[in-house]
Nanobody, 119 residues
């Protein structure tokens, strides 16, 4: 069983920064591709960022490109999301998710961490 636990959310002023972390249990974290998603009130969950198992390839939603950075530390079984120049519209619950099967679906999800950006 793979478990994901997010941390690092909170309240920040617009223009500020936060770093989210997602600690992953599982013997083969280094083989998982990882993603971050978010869901704002009244909206559907949306893709934010993705990182390959070896950290070489990253992808971002257009709305966060240039402001957010996804990274990972396989020795710590943790994936990060550095969020800079935060905007009010970044307010959401942020979830990390793991692709463990080698397919494009996400097999495991965390419980989410709230990020609130005040304008």
């Amino acid at each position: 069983q793979v478990q994901l636990v997010e941390s690092g959310g909170g309240l920040v002023q617009a223009g500020g920064s936060l770093r989210l972390a997602c600690a992953v249990s599982g013997r083969t974290f280094s083989s998982y591709n990882m993603g971050w998603f978010r869901q704002a009130p009244g909206k559907e969950r949306e893709f934010v960022a993705w990182i390959s198992w070896n950290g070489i390839i990253t992808r971002y939603a257009d709305s966060v490109k240039g402001r957010f950075t996804i990274s990972r530390d396989n020795a710590k079984s943790t994936v990060y999301l550095q969020m800079n120049s935060l905007k009010f519209e970044d307010t959401a619950v942020y979830y990390c998710a793991a692709q463990t099967s080698g397919l494009q679906r996400y097999d495991y999800w965390g419980q989410g961490t709230q990020v609130t950006v005040s304008s």
